[in-house]
């Protein structure tokens, strides 16, 4: 299972290459893991996200919010898998073959999120950069930083860090 989560990285690394700022100055350039949620685009930081999966066979727990799918073992690792498009609608996405688990690793928390397809690592130009983006769903803005405007498309900005703050996230019981 290791394996595939690091080939999984090397594979989307391959990909972003393809997609190089022609100005090839660190200075000039941000990069991040990119993925579509709730018909969006999203980019995360690099060092926010510890690996990309394909969704694992795992075990439901009772008496939790509708949005935690269950837990998996990751290599000796339990790892809680929400869908994080359910976190912020409340309404349950279809499963599809395109589906991808974020797994981030923030202290003690080890957690996967679902979404609906990872576009691999994107490279952007720091001059693309802008703070607000009037277009994004209401629901997701506290745990967005800005966006990147390449190729016509917004990509905005997702911080799993802020996600982690979050106490609505991280109150999984059902409510009585």
Not at 27 to 52: D, K, N
Request: aromatic content about 12%; proline content about 4%; charged content about 20%.
């Amino acid at each position: 299972m290791a394996a595939k989560g690091f080939i999984e990285l090397l594979r989307l690394s391959q990909r972003g290459k393809k997609n190089l700022i022609e100005h090839n100055d660190e200075t000039y350039r941000w990069s991040g893991i990119a993925f579509e949620m709730m018909g969006q685009l999203f980019v995360a930081p690099l060092g926010e996200v510890s690996e990309v999966i394909f969704p694992p066979k795992f075990t439901t727990v009772p008496k939790v919010q509708n949005w935690i799918k269950g837990i998996a073992n990751i290599r000796g690792r339990l790892l809680s898998i929400a869908d994080l498009a359910c976190f912020l609608t409340g309404q349950n996405t279809a499963n599809t073959a395109t589906q991808k688990i974020i797994c981030v690793s923030h202290h003690e928390h080890y957690m996967g999120l679902s979404v609906e397809r990872v576009l691999g690592i994107q490279h952007f130009n720091k001059k693309s950069y802008f703070l607000e983006n009037p277009d994004l769903n209401s629901k997701v803005k506290p745990y967005c930083s800005g966006y990147f405007h390449q190729h016509n498309q917004m990509w905005n900005i997702f911080l799993f860090s802020r996600l982690l703050k979050d106490p609505h996230y991280m109150n999984v019981t059902e409510k009585r």
